[in-house]
């Protein structure tokens, strides 16, 4: 399942080599607990077969993902924001 994730991730983000190594890898999986013909073997593998094809490429739009990475925690405090009430 989380192999399946990773790889409609990385369509979503148009890396097509991540997203064929991880649907792959989803794949086979499915296949050991599913069967190889099962739905779930068959819907990861249209990925890997088509991954540019596959209605996940490039449906991402949020903008640059990796921006603001490192450039502090993703939930600082704003004024009149109590939620992280710690020392």
Known sequence: MYEEILAYAWSALMEEDR????AGRARRGWEVLS???SVE???VGD???N???HFTWGSYDGGD??????MGHPW?????DDHHDHE
């Open 19 to 22: 997203a064929k190594l991880w």
């Open 35 to 37: 069967g190889k013909e």
């Open 41 to 43: 073997a068959r819907r």
């Open 47 to 49: 990925l890997e077969k």
């Open 51 to 53: 991954t540019r094809e």
């Open 65 to 70: 993902p990796w921006e603001g990475v490192g």
């Open 76 to 80: 600082d405090e704003k004024e009149g």
